[in-house]
């Protein structure tokens, strides 16, 4: 009945089919990378500056790089430092903001001045001294955990409000007079109320990581030999072909585009979700069957 229920929303939602369609594209190009030998970090194996054409479909650049082949393996990078700062961050938010939410008195107090610390933190110039002083060290990996570092205090406050409301609620009080510990209601009473927020926050942050990536890299504050879209685009840059008039757009011009498009892509995906697992859409989309089914 569920998925039946999705299947029709995915009818009525515009914004999740097209996210659909262009996180398609994204998933094609990663697995194209995925099944290619091709290696970016080989240079000059090709002609230099060459436009599109059939055997180079993204044309080739001042490095001898085939420009769509080196997009298939740089944006599964990018999406993996994505995914692990979400994935982190999102972690290390719902324990905290859970946690102390729950609890209450000086457990959040102690929780929140932290939280809110890292909230006014002023995130761009300190990742930018971060990727300075330690650039050569970086990989996707180090630098999916800094970002994941640095953006838990906005989702812990979220889900910190969301306990809030629920441990006031009826059945918080039944879980305790059943025996219920702390951490066994946490997981068993309030995470299938999270778990759409987390959801949709997690996409979020993947958004935010691949924006902060992005500028890093175009900066030159990341592994230049790592490909990226950030990275893409600083080598167009450090060639100067945005300079060079519409004679080398290529090089720098379909990173963007697909940069634009897997996050444009993972937005409607967001969107979408939240609105059908928003409660207020949910009673509209029953009320809605019932109309067609009593016309039916």
Same mark, same amino acid.
């Given at each position: 009945?569920?998925?039946?229920? +999705? ?9 999740? =089919?097209?996210?659909?369609? =262009?996180?398609?594209?994204? +998933?094609?190009?990663?697995?194209? &990378? !995925? ?12 002609? @230099? ?15 001898? %790089? ?17 995914? $692990? ?5 999102? *972690?290390?938010?719902?324990?905290? &903001?859970?946690?102390?939410? /729950? #609890?209450?008195? @000086? ?37 999916? +955990?800094?970002? !994941? ?8 406050? #979220? ?9 006031? #609620?009826?059945?918080? %009080? ?12 946490? *997981? @068993? ?7 759409? /927020?987390?959801?949709?926050? *997690? $996409?979020? &942050? ?17 592994? =230049?030999?790592?490909?990226? $879209?950030?990275?893409? $685009? ?8 945005? /300079? ?9 011009? +379909? ?31 029953? @009320?809605?069957?019932?109309? %067609?089914?009593?016309?039916?």
């Amino acid at each position: 009945m569920k998925l039946k229920s +999705f299947i029709n929303f995915i009818k009525l939602d515009k914004n999740l =089919l097209f996210a659909f369609i =262009l996180l398609s594209i994204i +998933f094609v190009m990663i697995l194209i &990378g !995925a099944f290619s030998s091709y290696d970016p970090s080989q240079y000059f194996l090709l002609p @230099k500056d060459k436009p599109p054409t059939l055997t180079h479909l993204m044309g080739t650049t001042s490095l001898g %790089q085939d420009t769509f082949l080196t997009l298939t393996k740089a944006l599964p990078t990018s999406l993996l430092i994505g995914l $692990i700062s979400a994935f982190f961050s999102r *972690i290390l938010a719902i324990f905290l &903001g859970t946690f102390g939410g /729950y #609890r209450g008195g @000086k457990t959040d107090g102690i929780i929140s001045v932290v939280a809110e610390s890292f909230i006014v933190i002023p995130r761009l110039p300190l990742l930018i001294l971060i990727s300075f002083t330690f650039r050569q060290q970086l990989n996707p990996l180090s630098m999916g +955990f800094i970002l !994941a570092i640095l953006d838990w205090g906005w989702p812990s406050k #979220r889900y910190r409000a969301q306990m809030l409301s629920l441990r006031e #609620r009826e059945f918080t %009080q039944n879980a305790k007079f059943s025996g219920m510990g702390d951490i066994e209601i946490i *997981i @068993k009473e309030y995470m299938p109320f999270l778990i759409p /927020y987390i959801i949709v926050d *997690i $996409i979020s &942050g993947i958004i935010w990581a691949i924006g902060m990536e992005t500028t890093l890299s175009v900066l030159g504050l990341f592994d =230049l030999e790592i490909p990226t $879209i950030g990275t893409m $685009i600083y080598w167009a840059n450090y060639y100067n072909a945005m /300079y060079r008039g519409l004679w080398w757009w290529w090089w720098w011009v +379909f990173p963007v585009i697909f940069l634009i498009i897997a996050i444009f892509g993972l937005y409607l995906l967001s969107v979408s979700l939240q609105n059908y697992l928003d409660p207020t859409t949910r009673i509209q989309r029953i @009320k809605v069957s019932k109309k %067609q089914a009593v016309k039916v």
